[in-house]
């Protein structure tokens, strides 16, 4: 399979401080990697990087092949990101909205796409509707709709679900499965929810102050720490102290 | 560069306009305040002094420039904290927009925006005042040209400053047309400033633009080296906060401001 994404040794300092200590990774086709760890571990560092917000102190990203130092443009053409923490322009209404990131991303046929992704991610009747007054459930399928409008190489989750209900949760696991299947995207979903990670990734990385303390399959993961779920590896990691604290 | 991302982003802040009657009521109401009361002002000075006297609406042409400056600089900071404000700024740095593109789409957003505001005003000093500002003739076309790079370039300084140190410099934004109007003569003769501020005033295009106006209106003859200096201070300035704007936005990306606006 080939690597969609390559991260070669990267590094993130801010002034002395080390939130990402020189880490190494791929993602590869249709795949989808978990990245673990608690809070301030260097997850949200690491996407950062991955999608240009962030210059790292050194390493190296390559996406689809093309350094993203040199590439920049062409690799955000093929990226998207979605994450609970940044919203779309509140008084627009959802429609314009896709339309107005449809025109960023010079998407061609803009109307077949919304309508496609309006079915998929069952938004069809919240299109006329003032993005600011949906629910949390909704305001996340339509920022989902707004991540795959340019029909993404690869995928960036930051906690995709939080704060959703279990019903919505469970629509939009089911829906990134499918839809990778489909497309056979690269997805990189960082989440605290270990039911859903153990559920949708094929692989996991496990971070904790910047580093890679432990990767591998889920069901390994357990296996080797000897716990009966994800969910007690975590915590079993995140309170060691390990030989890299 | 891409037209259809420029025409993307502004459509972004077209629709955010049309769609809210308090923001369109906003952008004309305080500019037709404004020239309203200067209109006032204005006559008032006209009949009572011996500089003006000959010179009908002098103050308020001048007022009617300025405020063009104002909304054009404010504007164009507007787009900016729209952004930050709708925690919407993440979603516009990942898409692939060159910073050319953003700046190109700010600047024909805010001059559009400033044009919503500034024409019902203009067209109100006929009915009221019996001025117009076509008294200037086609160096009005120079004088709001300069006026307008000079708006842009202030709001791409102050975005810079946005970008650069997060949500905290928005204070500034609203202050640095206040911060710079004193040394821009707008109202009064360079004479008037102290010698220190006239070397600061010299440096800056404002006070070859107002200086003009008030030239045209009041002596009815055209001075071409105004026009020129206005237009050259302008070059520099812009290309100074073009490329103050590249390194903001690199020294965002190296200490993370992107990934935090708006949290």
Redesign the interface.
């Known amino acids: 399979m080939k690597n969609l994404i390559e991260v070669q040794n990267i590094k993130k300092n ?1 002034g002395k401080k080390e939130a990402v200590k020189g880490i190494s990774f791929n993602v590869e086709e249709d795949e989808i990697l978990g990245l673990l760890g608690p809070n301030g571990s260097g997850k ?2 690491t996407i ?1 990087m991955l ?5 790292p102190t050194s390493g190296q990203i390559f996406i689809n092949n093309l350094k993203l130092e040199e590439n ?3 690799i ?2 093929m ?3 979605i ?1 609970p ?9 959802v429609k ?1 909205n896709l ?8 998407v061609v046929n803009i109307k077949e796409r919304i309508e496609y992704l309006s079915e998929k991610l069952r938004i069809g009747e919240l299109l006329n509707s003032i993005t600011g007054e949906l629910s949390s459930g909704q305001k996340n399928r339509v920022s989902l709709a ?1 991540a795959l409008v340019n029909e993404p190489k690869v995928l960036l989750l930051d906690e995709p679900t939080a704060s959703l209900d279990p019903e919505v949760g469970d629509f939009v696991r089911t829906f990134l499965e499918d839809y990778k299947k489909e497309k056979k995207i690269s997805i990189l979903l960082a989440s605290h929810n270990m039911n859903e990670v153990t559920r949708l990734c094929k692989s996991v990385l496990m971070m904790k102050n910047g580093e890679i303390i432990d990767q591998g399959k889920p069901e390994d993961l357990i296996a080797k720490h000897g716990r009966t779920n994800l969910e007690e590896v975590f915590l079993k990691l995140s309170r060691s102290k390990s030989e890299f604290n | 560069m891409s037209l259809t991302r420029i025409y993307g982003l502004f459509l972004r802040h077209f629709y955010l306009i049309t769609r809210s009657f308090p923001r369109i009521l906003d952008l004309v109401y305080w500019p037709s305040i404004q020239i309203t009361l200067w209109g006032f002002i204005s006559n008032f000075f006209a009949t009572h002094t011996t500089y003006y006297n000959n010179a009908v609406g002098v103050i308020l042409t001048c007022a009617i420039l300025y405020d063009f400056l104002f909304r054009t600089s404010i504007g164009f900071n507007m787009l900016f904290l729209e952004e930050i404000w709708s925690r919407n700024f993440t979603n516009l740095f990942i898409a692939p927009m060159r910073i050319g593109e953003i700046l190109t789409s700010l600047v024909i957003t805010a001059l559009i925006r400033s044009l919503i505001g500034l024409v019902p005003a203009i067209l109100l000093t006929s009915p009221l005042f019996g001025i117009s500002i076509l008294d200037l003739g086609i160096f009005l076309f120079f004088l709001f040209l300069s006026l307008y790079i000079f708006g842009i370039t202030l709001g791409i300084l102050v975005s810079s400053g946005l970008l650069r140190f997060g949500p905290s410099f928005e204070n500034i934004a609203w202050s640095t047309m206040f911060l710079l109007a004193p040394f821009g003569c707008i109202y009064y003769p360079i004479e008037t400033l102290p010698e220190i501020f006239q070397k600061v005033a010299y440096v800056l295009p404002l006070v070859y633009i107002f200086e003009e106006a008030r030239n045209i209106l009041i002596n009815q003859s055209v001075n071409i080296e105004n026009v020129y200096y206005a237009l050259m201070w302008n070059a520099f300035y812009f290309s100074l906060s073009i490329a103050l704007f590249y390194y903001s936005f690199n020294a965002a990306k190296d200490k993370g401001t992107l990934i935090n606006m708006g949290e």
């Open positions: 801010y949200t560092t950062g999608l240009g917000l962030l210059k920049r443009i062409q955000l053409e990226i998207n990101f994450s923490y940044i919203e779309l322009p509140k008084k627009l209404t314009q339309y107005v990131y449809s025109k960023l991303y010079k707004k």
